[in-house]
């Protein structure tokens, strides 16, 4: 059994504490919001004040590897999401109909998730959690407690508690402090990567009947992408999302030239009928970052986990950061059950990290440098750019391919969803046949505003 201290009780944190407390190690988890758990899901989403997340009332969605963890680790979280209302969603129910071939295939059932606004989904596991590990609110860490350096030892909080711990988890999210406290103590040689790609997110929930979905969650259209997502008891969110440079989208912040862009969107225009239930919700500053403690193949310090946005995080549009995170909760949990020598723990832990959770947050960051370089050409009248490189074009030639294969649309949602490699697509006999196909396809463009109409309807 090991002493742990999570930092952060966000969705992820709370995720790490609870596998790690069922599996019998003392967990605590400190949290800098002060505001307790509300009591119902209406006042999480209508008053929880978490200040620490600053995406806590944007578009949010899980994938279906997250609810897979969810039943494998965290029924009881899984339960009271349904229980709140959850969504459940099938993306093979968006099959094409002209597609012939719709027979079920062994492994189907894996694509079907739930999903909820964020502050209800966080409501659900901050309700359990609070039930059996020790979480407590309102405490801020002033420093980290070391035992020689590089070895972290606990955490003394601005209250002047010392909380030891054979190992500290860094849940603190996308703007975790971590990195200066390891300097203060002494720690050298952390990695940092970091990249501001630059998007910006207008949105706004509703409630009403749930619209049909004509398009995928996520749709391109020109210098604009449209993210539509079901949510819990009755509610969806829509998003008109863009590159931060493109100055005339700053305009989204007015409802009316919101609503004017998505009414110019066919397949995603009855998204506006139901009744607001926020004002538009913009957001940007959204910055790539991933981090990693081992220096060459040395840790760089021992008794620290970097966990979920705060070891990778990305500009969220694919949706994946807290299906991914929860994954990388399960693997700390198992990694803690195969080592605990200090030394040993963070080599495999950053071992595990590098093989299941990097390799998305290059893929993320590639396929939006992809997009930012198409928006660029349009924004300039320009054509569509050719593709870098051999996996661009397979990633470009992916919706068209998927649109008139089954099993291609199979592979593209298992990498969509998180439950293949993110390198699935680059197998050769697979990308060859996505590359055929959509030679002989209709190309995969959506309807909606073209650059000129665009800047029309938000003048
Ligand atoms: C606009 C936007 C949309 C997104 N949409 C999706 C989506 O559709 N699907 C999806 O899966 N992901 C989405 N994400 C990503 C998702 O929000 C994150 O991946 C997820 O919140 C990460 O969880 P976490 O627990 O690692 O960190 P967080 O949720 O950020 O939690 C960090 C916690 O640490 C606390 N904290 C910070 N500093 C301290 C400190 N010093 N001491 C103690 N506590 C501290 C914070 O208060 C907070 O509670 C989106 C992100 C953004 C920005």
């Avoid at 002047?160 to 703007?175: I, K, Q, S, W, Y």
Wanted: proline share 7%.
């Amino acid at each position: 059994m090991a002493r742990v201290v999570v930092l952060g009780a966000g969705v992820c944190g709370l995720g790490a504490a609870l596998m790690l407390r069922r599996d019998g190690h003392d967990v605590a988890v400190l949290e800098r919001d002060p505001a307790p758990v509300p009591d119902s899901n209406e006042g999480a989403w209508e008053r929880w004040e978490r200040a620490g997340v600053t995406q806590f009332r944007q578009a949010h969605f899980l994938q279906p590897l997250g609810r897979i963890v969810l039943d494998e680790e965290l029924p009881d979280v899984r339960d009271a999401l349904l229980a709140a209302g959850a969504a459940r969603f099938d993306p093979l129910r968006l099959m094409p109909p002209w597609i012939a071939d719709r027979r079920p295939r062994p492994g189907d059932e894996r694509f079907a998730t739930i999903t909820a606004r964020r502050p209800v989904m966080e409501h659900a596991f901050a309700r359990v959690a609070q039930e059996e590990v020790d979480v407590r609110r309102g405490i801020e860490v002033e420093r980290l407690l070391t035992n020689g350096v590089p070895r972290i030892a606990g955490v003394r909080t601005t209250r002047g508690e010392e909380l030891p711990a054979d190992l500290v988890v860094d849940a603190m999210g996308r703007r975790s402090r971590l990195p200066a406290w390891l300097a203060d103590a002494g720690a050298r040689g952390m990695h940092e990567e970091s990249e501001d790609f630059g998007f910006l997110y207008y949105t706004r929930f509703f409630r009403g009947e749930q619209p049909r979905m004509l398009a995928p969650l996520l749709t391109a259209i020109g210098t604009i992408s449209l993210l539509t997502l079901p949510g819990d008891d009755d509610t969806w969110s829509v998003t008109v999302l863009g590159a931060a440079g493109d100055r005339p989208l700053k305009r989204l912040r007015k409802t009316e030239a919101w609503t004017a862009v998505v009414r110019a969107c066919p397949l995603q225009a009855h998204w506006l009928e139901g009744e607001p239930i926020t004002e538009i919700l913009g957001m940007g500053g959204i910055v790539d970052r991933y981090r990693r403690l081992v220096s060459g193949s040395r840790p760089a310090v021992t008794g620290v986990a970097l966990l979920g946005d705060a070891c990778a995080c990305t500009n969220p549009s694919l949706g994946r950061g807290i299906a991914l995170g929860l994954r990388h909760a399960q693997l700390l949990r198992d990694t803690l059950r195969e080592e605990e020598e200090p030394g040993r723990f963070a080599e495999a832990w950053d071992a595990a990290t590098e093989v299941e959770i990097t390799p998305w947050y290059r893929a993320t960051a590639r396929q939006d440098r992809e997009r930012l370089r198409e928006i660029d050409a349009l924004r300039q009248g320009l054509e569509r750019p050719a593709p870098a490189d051999r996996q661009a074009a397979v990633r470009a030639a992916l919706t068209p391919a998927a649109m008139c294969d089954p099993d291609v649309l199979r592979a593209m949602l298992a990498e969509r969803c998180c439950l293949d490699s993110p390198t699935a697509l680059d197998e050769p006999e697979l990308a060859e046949r996505i590359l055929e196909l959509a030679r002989d396809a209709e190309p995969a463009q959506f309807a909606g505003p073209d650059r000129k109409q665009l800047l029309t309807l938000l003048a």
